[in-house]
C-alpha cells in the first residue's frame, strides 16, 4: 500500500480487475449501522461477480477520517474488450465515522457530504481539499459555476465559492437566509407563519431539514425543498427569498426543474406533483398544476432524463414510476428491481440508476419502448442514500461510458464504470419483493435498521 499524510491522500493500487477479489480498509469493520456488517452479509455482482472480504494488510491512514483504495483502471493485455462493455466497480472511499448524505461531481472534482462538518472534495482519486461548515449532517450539493451550494440539517443553505486564485480553498459567501432578509422579514408581523402549534416563524426559513437543492439552468433561481412540507426560492444574485410554497401535507422529499418553468416535487405523502412558475415583476409565483402520482407510500426520489423527456419516482414500496414527456405526461410503466424502498436516482444518456435500502444500485437501460435491467452493483453493505455520475474521460471513440458514484450509509463512497454498451446479466429484475421480516439472514438489529429506512423522511 502507497499513502500519504493529510496533504494528500492516496488510493491504494490494487492489480484486481473484473472478476478478482478485493478488500475492505478497515480492520474488523463492524458498522455501528444497526448490524450491517460485511461479514455476515457478503453479496455478488451480477455484472461483474466483485466479493468482498477482510484484509488484514489494508488499514485506514492514521491522520484521514477516510481512507481509499481502487481497482486497476486499466484491465491486463488481452482483457480491454471485455472490461470496456462491463458495469465495474473501479474504487472506494470509507470513512471510519458517520454516513454518506451527498454528493455532487463536476469536471474531475468529486464534493462528498456526511453527517460530519467537512464537506470534502476528491480530484483524481485522491483528496483535493476540504471546507468545514457549522453545522453537520449535509443533506445536499448542488454545484453552479464558482458556487457551491449545500443544504443541511439545520434548515440553512450556505453558499461556497471557489478562490480564482488557489481552487483548492472554498470561502463561505452566505447563509440562507441572509441575517439582511431575516431581519427586515421579522419587522413585519404578516411575515410570521404558524408552522407548528403555539409555534411561528418567518416564512422566509425553513424549520426543519432541508432534503434537496436545486438550480435552474441560467443560475437565476435557487430552489430547496425540505420536511417542513414547503418549497422555497431564492434569487441566485443577492440570495434574497422570493416564495414560500407550502407543496405538500407531509415532508418534502425531492424536487426537480425542467427547462420549461416547470417543478416536480415528491413528498412523503405519496403525490408527486408539478407546479408552473411565472415571474411577476422582480419575484415569482408557482401555481398548482396536477397531481401525477396519489399512492399510500411515500415519495422518496426525483429524477429527469438530461433533456426532459422522462420523470422518474422512487418509492419507499421500492418501484419506480415513469412518466413520458409527449404532448403532456404520460405514464410510461413502473420498474420493479428492488426489494426496499428507493432512496435515489439519477440518470446519463440513455441509463437509469436507482439506489435502494437493499444495498443495491440497479442499472436499466431504456430503449424505445422499454426499460432493461442491464445490472445490479452489489458491493454496498449499507444502504445506498445518493447517487452522483459524469461522463467517462477515458471513454474510446464512440463508446457511451460514465462514471458513476455512490455513497451509503455503510460510510463508503464507490466509483463505478458503467457502459451504455454493457450485456444484460439480470435473469429477473422483476422479482418479488420480500418484506423486511422475510430479508435473508436478518438479525433483529439489521431489521431493526432496514425499517428506519421505511421512514416516510429521506
Known amino acids: 500500500m502507497t499513502g500519504s499524510s493529510r496533504g494528500g491522500r492516496a488510493f491504494c493500487d490494487d492489480s484486481s480487475?473484473?472478476?478478482?477479489?478485493?478488500?475492505?480498509?478497515?480492520?474488523?469493520?463492524?458498522?455501528?449501522?444497526?448490524?450491517?456488517?460485511?461479514?455476515?452479509?457478503?453479496?455478488?455482482?451480477?455484472?461483474?461477480?466483485?466479493?468482498?472480504?477482510?484484509?488484514?494488510?489494508?488499514?485506514?491512514?492514521?491522520?484521514?477520517?477516510?481512507?481509499?483504495?481502487?481497482?486497476?483502471?486499466?484491465?491486463?493485455?488481452?482483457?480491454?474488450?471485455?472490461?470496456?462493455?462491463?458495469?465495474?466497480?473501479?474504487?472506494?472511499?470509507?470513512?471510519?465515522?458517520?454516513?454518506?448524505?451527498?454528493?455532487?461531481?463536476?469536471?474531475?472534482?468529486?464534493?462528498?457530504?456526511?453527517?460530519?462538518?467537512?464537506?470534502?472534495?476528491?480530484?483524481?482519486?485522491?483528496?483535493?481539499?476540504?471546507?468545514?461548515?457549522?453545522?453537520?449532517?449535509?443533506?445536499?450539493?448542488?454545484?453552479?459555476?464558482?458556487?457551491?451550494?449545500?443544504?443541511?440539517?439545520?434548515?440553512?443553505?450556505?453558499?461556497?465559492?471557489?478562490?480564482?486564485?488557489?481552487?483548492?480553498?472554498?470561502?463561505?459567501?452566505?447563509?440562507?437566509?441572509?441575517?439582511?432578509?431575516?431581519?427586515?422579514?421579522?419587522?413585519?408581523?404578516?411575515?410570521?407563519?404558524?408552522?407548528?402549534?403555539?409555534?411561528?416563524?418567518?416564512?422566509?426559513?425553513?424549520?426543519?431539514?432541508?432534503?434537496?437543492?436545486?438550480?435552474t439552468n441560467d443560475h437565476t433561481l435557487i430552489y430547496s425543498a425540505s420536511w417542513d412540507r414547503t418549497f422555497k426560492v431564492w434569487r441566485a444574485s443577492n440570495y434574497k427569498c422570493l416564495e414560500s410554497v407550502a407543496a405538500h401535507d407531509d415532508a418534502v422529499n425531492a424536487l426537480v426543474l425542467d427547462s420549461n418553468g416547470l417543478v416536480f416535487t415528491g413528498s412523503a405523502d405519496g403525490t408527486v406533483k408539478i407546479w408552473r412558475r411565472e415571474l411577476q415583476g422582480k419575484g415569482t409565483k408557482h401555481f398548482f398544476s396536477q397531481t401525477l402520482l396519489k399512492q399510500e407510500c411515500a415519495v422518496t426520489a426525483l429524477t429527469l432524463n438530461t433533456d426532459g423527456s422522462f420523470l422518474y419516482a422512487g418509492s419507499s414500496d421500492g418501484l419506480v414510476n415513469y412518466w413520458e414527456q409527449k404532448d403532456t405526461l404520460t405514464q410510461g410503466g413502473i420498474l420493479r428491481g428492488h426489494k426496499l424502498a428507493v432512496l435515489c436516482l439519477s440518470t446519463a444518456g440513455n441509463l437509469v440508476f436507482s439506489g435502494s435500502a437493499d444495498?443495491?444500485?440497479?442499472?436499466?437501460?431504456?430503449?424505445?419502448?422499454?426499460?432493461?435491467?442491464?445490472?445490479?452493483?452489489?458491493?454496498?453493505?449499507?444502504?445506498?442514500?445518493?447517487?452522483?455520475?459524469?461522463?467517462?474521460?477515458?471513454?474510446?471513440?464512440?463508446e457511451r461510458s460514465w462514471i458513476l458514484y455512490s455513497g451509503s450509509l455503510d460510510k463508503s463512497v464507490k466509483m463505478w464504470k458503467v457502459s451504455e454498451q454493457a450485456p444484460v446479466t439480470v435473469q429477473n429484475p422483476q422479482a418479488p419483493r420480500m418484506s423486511v421480516d422475510a430479508y435473508p439472514g436478518g438479525s433483529v438489529s439489521r431489521l431493526s435498521s432496514m425499517r428506519k429506512m421505511g421512514s416516510r423522511r429521506y
Open 17 to 215: 480487475v473484473c472478476g478478482r477479489k478485493y478488500g475492505k480498509l478497515k480492520k474488523g469493520e463492524e458498522d455501528d449501522l444497526g448490524g450491517y456488517n460485511s461479514d455476515n452479509f457478503i453479496r455478488k455482482s451480477n455484472a461483474c461477480k466483485i466479493d468482498l472480504e477482510s484484509e488484514s494488510s489494508l488499514s485506514p491512514l492514521s491522520k484521514s477520517p477516510w481512507s481509499s483504495h481502487m481497482n486497476a483502471s486499466h484491465a491486463p493485455s488481452g482483457a480491454g474488450d471485455q472490461n470496456s462493455s462491463c458495469n465495474i466497480l473501479v474504487g472506494s472511499l470509507i470513512r471510519e465515522e458517520g454516513h454518506v448524505y451527498s454528493l455532487a461531481a463536476t469536471n474531475d472534482l468529486l464534493y462528498t457530504g456526511s453527517d460530519s462538518k467537512n464537506i470534502r472534495v476528491w480530484k483524481n482519486q485522491r483528496e483535493f481539499c476540504a471546507f468545514k461548515a457549522n453545522s453537520g449532517l449535509v443533506k445536499a450539493i448542488v454545484i453552479a459555476g464558482e458556487k457551491i451550494l449545500t443544504g443541511h440539517q439545520d434548515g440553512k443553505i450556505r453558499v461556497w465559492k471557489v478562490s480564482r486564485k488557489n481552487d483548492s480553498q472554498h470561502k463561505r459567501t452566505a447563509t440562507l437566509p441572509t441575517l439582511r432578509n431575516y431581519i427586515k422579514c421579522s419587522m413585519k408581523p404578516s411575515n410570521y407563519v404558524e408552522v407548528k402549534r403555539n409555534r411561528n416563524m418567518l416564512w422566509i426559513k425553513h424549520y426543519d431539514a432541508i432534503s434537496c437543492l436545486c438550480i
Open 359 to 398: 444495498m443495491g444500485i440497479c442499472v436499466w437501460r431504456r430503449s424505445t419502448n422499454e426499460h432493461i435491467c442491464v445490472s445490479v452493483l452489489t458491493s454496498h453493505t449499507g444502504p445506498v442514500k445518493c447517487l452522483a455520475v459524469e461522463k467517462d474521460p477515458e471513454a474510446k471513440a464512440g
